[in-house]
């Protein structure tokens, strides 16, 4: 279900579920749900069924939502925000020391709050981040929920701050390096965002009346632009560092997933132009979907650990342990691949090798066969040709003596190696019946008869030698000898 993601919209009024896929031809809803909220029955931990409970029973009922990506959103006003300068750069270094740093600033025990925070800006001295809290009650209630449909959430965090995120990241005038965003959530909260390059400066939720809806009250308008006017005085003199933004985008909330732009008459006077989001927003963000559909498809699609808030235990986890560990895994990974590198290397070299020796033996054996065949012979199976071609040999009367199994050549190799050695005999004669030998021939002295005799005879043996006749033959001028050898066995 990579491609599919359930969008979860905490409202005030109400809480909106939505199913919906991201495709090559843009967003498409799959299925929603909404369930109203009852400030007396909804509370979380009173044992009945909370508004996001209601919307996952009511999506699953029309769609298959058991482990698929989920992104929540929650009303701003539900978050705690501090602003610090501490003199870290390491987020585990940040994350040790923030709830020492945080626990004077919040309503509420530190050990009741889930925190996060996020890098403003880094300096020679550390770093300036903007930190949030939560109830664990709240995160632990909705991760409860979430795990009966094994929902994968990628996080959890305030509107205004995802919306922000959003926005900048559609932004299609790089000119614009600080801009204003405010939110009515709901009838009572208001919420501004400071964006500086990129970054949420600061985040303020306003409780106070709404001043956008038409039968608006003007004392409630007067005091919310008061209020904006305030916090940009305050922002621009906040430690030398000026903000000044170039516009302002001013977001309403409507009874459904996305919100509404101000209408012409509706616009705030706080000293900021306000701007329609068609001016800074890049036509492919929108993905042929309406414009304030797109944002809101947006600000879920891109959710993704690590930015902005995110008080979502799981993924804190995660980014803690790649912040933490983040040398050693990378330095451990570099070192497998360059094993697995080697390993590959070694295995492709001795492919290469062994087939290089493999066709060094095929011409070898090709050689040799083409040795003992013809040259029009095919080699097809030379080890069962060279089988076949030895029972042929040995088949064949020439290559044995009449009735004895010995064949001819292991005589005659026995006889060249064991007794005529360097003699100076030349034999014109030899049988053999079983183990009786009889040869005849010449030799250059009665010595060599002699000494062939005894070679025959050697220690070990039972062989016999009988010479027969040894006589001086004038004409050649050497022994002519004959002999006959008992129990011969070559």
């Not at 183990?435 to 002699?450: C, M, Q, R, T, W």
Request: glycine share 8%; hydrophobic share 45%.
């Amino acid at each position: 279900m990579g491609d599919r993601i359930l969008a979860i919209d905490w409202r005030t009024q109400a809480v909106f579920g939505t199913v919906f896929h991201r495709g090559r031809k843009g967003f498409r809803v799959v299925s929603s749900a909404r369930a109203a909220i009852d400030p007396t029955a909804d509370r979380m931990g009173t044992g009945h069924p909370t508004p996001f409970e209601r919307v996952l029973e009511k999506l699953a009922e029309q769609t298959a939502i058991t482990g698929i990506d989920c992104s929540i959103v929650l009303p701003t006003a539900w978050f705690q925000f501090h602003r610090m300068h501490l003199p870290f750069r390491k987020r585990q270094d940040i994350e040790a020391v923030l709830p020492f740093e945080m626990a004077p600033h919040l309503v509420g025990a530190i050990e009741e709050m889930t925190l996060s925070f996020q890098g403003v800006e880094v300096d020679g001295d550390g770093s300036r981040i903007l930190a949030a809290a939560i109830p664990k009650t709240t995160i632990d209630a909705i991760a409860k929920a979430a795990a009966a449909y094994r929902l994968q959430i990628r996080r959890i965090a305030p509107t205004s701050d995802a919306l922000a995120r959003v926005i900048a990241a559609c932004e299609c005038n790089a000119s614009r390096r600080e801009w204003l965003l405010v939110v009515a959530e709901g009838s009572e909260d208001v919420s501004i965002v400071g964006i500086s390059k990129g970054c949420v400066r600061f985040l303020r939720c306003l409780p106070m009346e709404a001043g956008f809806a038409a039968d608006a009250n003007e004392g409630g308008r007067n005091r919310l632009e008061a209020e904006i006017r305030r916090t940009l005085i305050s922002e621009n003199e906040r430690e030398g560092k000026g903000f000044e933004p170039e516009a302002a985008f001013l977001l309403i909330e409507i009874d459904g997933p996305g919100w509404k732009v101000a209408e012409e008459g509706q616009c705030l006077d706080i000293g900021v132009p306000l701007v329609q989001w068609t001016s800074v927003l890049r036509s492919d963000c929108l993905d042929g979907a309406s414009l304030e559909e797109g944002l809101w498809f947006r600000m879920h699609e891109t959710a993704s650990p690590g930015e902005g808030f995110d008080v979502h235990p799981e993924t804190r986890r995660l980014r803690h342990f790649w912040s933490g560990h983040r040398n050693r895994i990378l330095w451990t990974a570099s070192l497998a691949g360059l094993c697995l590198v080697l390993t590959f290397g070694s295995i492709a070299m001795d492919m290469v090798l062994s087939a290089r020796q493999l066709r060094d033996i095929d011409r070898a054996i090709a050689s040799r066969f083409h040795q003992v065949f013809a040259p029009e012979v095919p080699m097809v199976d030379p080890i069962q040709q060279v089988r076949v071609r030895n029972r042929e040999l040995a088949e064949d009367p020439l290559m044995a003596f009449s009735g004895n199994p010995t064949a001819a050549v292991d005589v005659l190799m026995a006889l060249s190696r064991d007794v005529m050695g360097n003699l100076d005999i030349v034999l014109s004669r030899l049988s053999l019946d079983g183990e009786k030998l009889s040869i005849g021939g010449h030799a250059a002295d009665f010595e060599s008869v002699y000494e062939m005799k005894r070679r025959f005879e050697k220690p070990g043996t039972q062989t016999a030698a009988t010479i027969h006749s040894a006589s001086q033959d004038t004409a050649l001028n050497r022994v002519v000898f004959s002999m006959d050898i008992a129990r011969f066995r070559p």
